[in-house]
């Protein structure tokens, strides 16, 4: 797997400004937490259609994805790859894809690593080992994110939030992880520090807006 180029993401984020901004009204918080330099890893909660592309769009660097590889089909495969986005089988990642990843950090770019692994309850409640590998990898601080209002209306494609109503992104303060981690205890407890922390994160969130109905 080829790494994906700078110019796409650019270009990505570009596009997913101007869609999203003109269909929704969106709020950005805490961008600053974002390192304006160096490799950093957004972390997300997931639990609407449109968050890929909203993070796209408000991160104040542009950004890669991984994102599953049932969306690299057709016209929004070749799409998705043109604007620097990574396809990930969530059951079988392989060697090219962890190297294309570790090379977007190793490359000082901004990787997006969604801790549940799918999209879903949106609480962190489940986090695979996957974000924590490549924080301890790359030695790349990690960047909480929260998304409120993203499925305020259900998590069908139905569910999608109504034109103009207000999407919320959240970045939380960046978590440094111990450095030289290679075991699978070491995996497992930088594990746990990701989620206590995406954890109290997204309750801070929840605490300045009314939960989302489920």
Same mark, same amino acid.
């Given at each position: 797997?080829?790494? #994906? ?6 270009a ?6 101007? /869609? ?12 600053d937490?974002?390192?304006?330099h160096? @490799? ?10 449109? %968050?890929? @592309? ?18 690299? *089909? ?15 089988d969530r ?13 977007v ?5 901004? /990787? ?10 949106? %609480?962190?409640?489940? =986090? ?6 490549f924080?301890? *990898? ?24 109504? =034109? ?33 922390a ?11 807006? #009314?939960?989302?109905?489920?």
């Amino acid at each position: 797997m080829t790494l #994906p180029t700078r110019r796409g993401a650019a270009a990505g984020r570009w596009i997913a400004t101007g /869609l999203l901004r003109t269909l929704w009204s969106v709020r950005v918080d805490g961008a600053d937490h974002v390192p304006a330099h160096g @490799p950093v890893i957004l972390a997300p909660n997931h639990a609407g259609f449109i %968050d890929a @592309p909203l993070l796209m769009a408000t991160s104040p660097r542009p950004v890669h994805t991984l994102a599953k590889r049932e969306l690299f *089909r057709g016209p929004m495969g070749w799409l998705l790859r043109g604007v620097g986005q990574i396809p990930l089988d969530r059951d079988d990642p392989g060697r090219g894809l962890l190297k294309a990843g570790v090379g977007v950090l190793d490359d000082g770019r901004v /990787l997006v690593v969604f801790p549940e692994g799918t999209r879903g309850s949106g %609480d962190f409640s489940e =986090l695979r080992t996957g974000l924590a590998w490549f924080a301890l *990898r790359s030695g790349a601080p990690v960047v909480p994110v929260v998304f409120s209002g993203t499925s305020s209306r259900g998590r069908t494609l139905g569910g999608m939030p109504g =034109l103009r109503s207000r999407l919320d992104v959240v970045f939380g303060p960046p978590v440094h992880l111990p450095s030289g981690g290679r075991t699978r205890a070491a995996l497992d407890a930088a594990t746990d520090q990701l989620r206590e922390a995406l954890v109290a994160h997204r309750q801070a969130v929840a605490d300045t807006r #009314p939960e989302e109905p489920t």
